[in-house]
């Protein structure tokens, strides 16, 4: 198409976008923020002006073209303009995760050669100036709340809201240059320069064009009809792939407005004040929210208790049919109305989901029954598959087809083929460009035609046309007898139990399989207070015998169910043990999107895998814990390691998909 | 007598002249001598720490401050010139806040109205105006409410501004008692013990907290803590009680290294 070679009406950048919302929307909302108790909002054109002030302000500092701008904290709209400035002028912005810990800071600093870095408050300065000795190209730090930085030395640290002042006051020094570059932005320079978390090694800097965004965005945002007067809460992490193109792309194609909480613990009262039109969460989210309703509903009156048990068993049962749009009776849909008026509309008022028209969950699997409830209640709740370099979309659920072991049909433009050993393969508009100073890993992933590797095994349904996806594909693997082996299926499945928040399932190369367990503390925690089960520390609890009677159950289930599928009934657990830490992001257990590094996390406790194997019934040990100021501990347990029922089947060797 | 030159803090910090003088103070409860004979002077910008065994007499000497105990003998000077007796509320409208030991906060009202109580010395409509909410009491209720606010951000508790205080633990319940005492915007802020009870995690922030307060607004901070490692680190000067008398008053080293102050806390025979 001509159209796209030059992108839709010349809108070839996220500056240009900018520009026309300032026009076309001026007076309504682009952005709001909680501050002082109060929702204070910034219209397209107000919003164009700061972004322009800021652009100025860093041109004054001496910003090139070319020169990466890393961003890094909390979502809120002054760095959202930031990074649009940053394109202003012609330089890349890089957001960064805002719980890294220094070092990790230091190797995508250093890796991207960042001059300048915007960063929201001191607890990001001081984590800046503790490895600026090792970031040789770094010249500028800009900050957003001055909090406790007066006596800073500010040789090379700027208050934000100076820089926007001084790029005012040299506007008419400056402004020529801007609209050069702002004019000079082409489709295929680049928009955005993301790092994946990592779940193998270092970190990529992923490098993603505006023809990459701006496509992907258009095409996503007609495919579930966005529109102008659409609301987003803009909560989840702005290195993530997935808010760059919520709260920047989808917002500056079509115009909606994008809500920035007023603090990480306030998400849920930001939630309900401002009730998202479209809304995106990972599964976590959705299970945490469903758990404290089940939580509080059973410290309601029986009455209550019986009404909101009453309803629920009824919208399971015709809910998702009704929002499907399937033939539901009258009398159904009458009782399905009173149960709006008295359980699920306040519920889902109290939710903040009163008016979700499109809700997305992605990044892992959600159990069936979360998924549902959800749907019950008649929100909009649907799966999408992507990845950062993908620039998110690879499949997504279009209304009507939604199911919770899928992850639906190809988005609009993306192409998709299923390799010989399983993998899935794309290629779309959103394909990014390239590996930062990184042609090797580039190559491994993208082959000459465009085709990337997502690295995830899967396969279409013949009769639906939806792909699902079963593990990654290096995890998948065969086990000592040759059956298949997919730990993360065996996984998800017990995550389901509200009991369990992590598990990690061995058994590669082996006879059999045997888990690692980490206990929901919230979950069990309520269990024990009702079932008068003393504990003082997460350690005791998780070692409690009850509580490992209730694990063994939910495994013994597990089991029964991994049985009944034919491909992978070897996979059942027949030993685990329940851990007696929770894995942490900082101790290099889970990456900071929360997925577990299964390899680091075998070699870290392999006293325990090894007991695991050889038939012993308890083992002690001893991990070493970082703790949130960085200082490093010690922790002693004596874990007592359970046989679990299987299921008797016959192996199978696994025909090729 | 009248010292306004200050002097400059380890880091960098100008402290100025003397702010509030205790002369000579004496204060008996019948036949028992609580506070005998004991000067010192708290100076604007400083961090001042009372400090001293149980029974010292230090919540008393805090209380002679605040107006609620009138010393028997000696005289309190304020800002310059010796202040009369007062009620503690006419004291609190010189601009002294404090905390409490035992948290005295309003257990059923939300912490955002518990924290606009300390506004009230900033309100000044009559009845008729507020009970209306119109005119004066309405542009005031807006102001006071922004100033609260602010003290809400800066003491990180937007989560819990709904909240009833007699749903908080303990650690929030002081950090909000200390959001009231700010609101007042207070020009010399007395914490009686602002880490009793609380865990290593909460007095780290707590710590903090009472350093940004000082950094930021200026505020001259008094307080009276157990926790030596905290009262070392946080305060310019340290003034040592014992058994109601001062037995020590100098920068933490000076006082470190005070014999008085070591056999108090070690114990000595007396």
Known sequence: ?657 | MKDTEGYMTADGRQIGGVLMEMKNITLRFGGVVAIQDISFDIREGEIRAIIGPNGAGKSSMLNVISGFYTPSEGEVWYKGSKRPPMKPFEVARLGVARTFQNIALFEGMSVLDNVMTGRLTHMHAGIGAQALWWGKARDEEIENRRKVEEVIDFLEIQAIRKTPVGNLPYGLKKRVELARALAAEPSILLLDEPMAGMNVEEKEDMSRFILDVNDEFGTTIALIEHDMGVVMDLSDRVVVMDYGKKIGDGTPDEVRNNQDVIDAYLGVAH
């Not at chain 1, 001081?126 to 010249?139: A, G, M, S």
């Not at chain 1, 009944?564 to 990456?591: P, Y």
């Open chain 1, 1 to 657: 198409m001509a159209q796209n070679a030059e992108g839709v009406e010349g809108l070839r950048s996220v500056p240009a976008l900018l520009k026309r919302n300032a026009t076309q929307f001026s007076n309504s909302p682009a952005y709001r923020e909680k501050e002082y108790g109060i929702w204070q909002s910034w219209t397209w054109s107000e919003a164009e002006k700061e972004i322009e002030a800021l652009a100025l302000g860093l041109l004054n500092l001496g910003v090139n073209e070319g020169d990466f701008i890393a961003v890094i904290g909390r979502n809120r709209p002054y760095l959202y303009w930031s990074m649009v400035a940053a394109q202003s002028v012609g330089a890349v912005p890089v957001p960064l995760y805002q719980d890294s810990v220094a070092e990790e800071m230091e190797y995508v600093l250093s890796h991207c050669g960042a001059r300048f870095v915007i960063v929201a408050d001191q607890e990001q300065v001081d984590k800046v100036i503790e490895v600026q000795e090792h970031l040789h190209q770094f010249e500028h730090m800009i900050y957003i709340d001055p909090r406790g930085l007066r006596k800073y030395d500010h040789s090379r640290l700027h208050q934000f809201s100076h820089v926007q002042d001084q790029g005012r006051a040299a506007r008419d020094e400056h402004i020529k240059e801007l609209d050069r570059r702002r004019g000079g932005l082409g489709y295929d320079d680049t928009c955005v320069m993301l790092y994946t978390s990592g779940t193998t090694g270092k970190p990529k800097g992923v490098v993603l064009s505006n023809r990459n965004i701006i496509e992907t965005a258009k095409n996503s945002s007609e495919f579930d009809h966005l529109r102008e007067g659409d609301e987003v809460l803009a909560y989840l992490p702005m290195a993530w792939v997935g808010d760059f193109i919520f709260s920047i792309g989808q917002a500056y194609w079509t115009g909606f407005c994008v809500n920035c909480p007023e603090s990480a613990d306030t998400m849920m009262t930001d939630l309900r004040e401002i009730a998202p039109s479209y809304y995106f969460a990972p599964p976590r989210v959705f299970e945490t929210q469903l758990t404290s309703i089940m939580i509080r509903m059973e410290d309601a009156s029986p009455l209550k208790r019986r009404i909101f048990q009453y309803f629920m068993n009824h919208a399971r049962e015709v809910g998702p049919k009704i929002l499907d749009g399937h033939s539901v009776g009258t009398l159904d849909r009458i009782k399905y109305a009173l149960g709006e008026f008295m359980v699920y509309g306040p519920l889902k008022n109290a939710l903040g989901f009163s008016k979700v028209r499109v809700g997305y969950t992605a990044g892992e699997a959600i159990g069936p029954e979360i998924f549902d409830f959800y749907r019950a209640l008649g929100i909009n709740l649907k799966q999408l598959y992507g990845q950062t370099e993908a620039s998110v979309f690879i499949t997504q659920q279009p209304d009507g087809e939604v199911r919770s072991d899928t992850v639906g049909v190809p988005s609009p433009g993306v192409e998709i083929k299923i390799a010989e050993n399983g993998e899935v393969f794309y290629r779309s508009p959103g394909t990014f460009v390239e590996y930062y100073k990184n042609a090797e890993s580039t190559a491994d992933t993208k082959d000459a035609e465009g085709w990337v590797a997502t690295g995830d095994a899967g396969f279409f349904e013949p009769d639906t046309g939806h792909l699902r996806i079963i593990d990654r594909a290096k995890d998948v693997g065969n086990m000592a007898d040759g059956a298949m082996f997919a730990p993360k299926y065996v996984e998800n499945k017990l995550k389901f139990f509200p009991n369990i928040l992590e598990v990690v399932v061995f058994g590669a190369g082996r006879d059999k399989c045997c888990a690692f367990i980490n206990i929901d503390l919230t979950a069990v925690g309520n269990w024990a207070e009702r079932n008068n089960i003393a504990y003082a520390s997460y350690q005791e609890l998780a070692g409690h015998p009850k509580v490992l009677d209730m694990i063994q159950s939910h495994v013994e289930d597990t089991n029964a169910s991994v049985a009944e599928d034919e491909m992978l009934s070897g996979c059942q657990i027949h030993r685990f043990l329940v851990l007696h830490k929770e894995l942490d992001a900082d101790d290099g257990e889970l990456t900071r999107t929360r997925k577990v590094r299964r390899k680091i996390i075998g070699e870290k406790f392999e006293d325990l895998v090894n007991a695991l194997y050889d038939g012993s019934t308890s083992v002690y040990t001893e991990t070493e814990v970082t703790y949130e100021d960085g200082r490093k501990g010690k922790i002693k347990a004596t874990l007592e390691i359970r046989d679990a029922k299987v299921v008797p089947v016959t192996p199978k060797a696994v025909a090729a998909e």
